[in-house]
């Protein structure tokens, strides 16, 4: 099946530092969604974006629909041991359905 | 407020057995969605409810997947004379709106 392009694909980084991530689609999306999912569970929506330039803050979690409604974006600053997992950005394009992307396993140093 | 249920958490089944797994959705959601995620992969859509009525199935549900939601509460996914490549995670959504869907913690299914 369809799924959105996800960059980084995996990404280790040190404890306090600041992560981006990525996600492009070829087609453009009404609404798109953030989630985190841990080994073993389900996934956790982390953030919702409904409009074209749309900024949005979750704690330390920032998100950003691009303005060309085919991609967006993921921050997480001052990354701590339990951010360790894998994102995953879904897109909406008007309908119920969401495509989801490949995901960004990421791993924190201590 | 109880998040979505999903039963049971693991699955292991022989070849060509039957299997049905129980999704309880969040209370006041009408809309109710099955997701099925490999290993390495996103979820990937399977089939959507809106109360009882099933109104889409992926092309992913083949004839051996049959799903239902009688009244409109708890939904049911059965996978007929299973099949090695049915391993996986099957997860269960729900949300009030067609926004944001919220995860169960998914059935995970080993066929062996």
């Known amino acids: 099946g369809q799924q959105l392009n996800q960059s980084p694909q995996s990404m280790f980084i040190q404890e306090g530092e600041d992560v981006s991530m990525n996600c492009t689609s070829s087609?453009?999306?009404?609404?798109w969604l953030w989630y985190k999912q841990d080994p073993g569970e389900g996934p956790v929506l982390l953030i919702a974006l409904y409009k074209a330039g749309e900024l949005t803050s979750n704690g330390r979690l920032t998100a950003q629909f691009g303005i060309t409604r085919k991609d967006s974006f993921l921050n997480i600053s001052a990354s701590i041991p339990s951010d360790v997992g894998i994102y995953f950005c879904a897109g909406q394009d008007g309908t119920y359905k969401y495509i989801f992307g490949t995901g960004t396993r990421l791993k924190v140093l201590a | 407020d109880t998040g979505v249920s999903q039963d049971p958490r693991h699955k292991i089944t022989k070849r060509g057995q039957n299997v049905t797994f129980r999704c309880d959705p969040i209370s006041e959601h009408n809309r109710l969605y099955w997701y099925r995620q490999t290993l390495g992969q996103g979820p990937e859509f399977l089939t959507y409810f809106q109360n009882e009525a099933q109104l889409e199935k992926s092309r992913l549900l083949s004839d051996r997947f049959s799903a239902e939601r009688p009244k409109g509460s708890f939904s049911t996914l059965e996978i007929q004379r299973t099949e090695q490549g049915d391993s996986a995670m099957y997860l269960c959504a729900s949300s009030l709106t067609t926004y944001e869907q919220y995860f169960g913690p998914g059935t995970r299914l080993t066929v062996t």
């Open positions: 087609s453009i999306f009404n609404t």
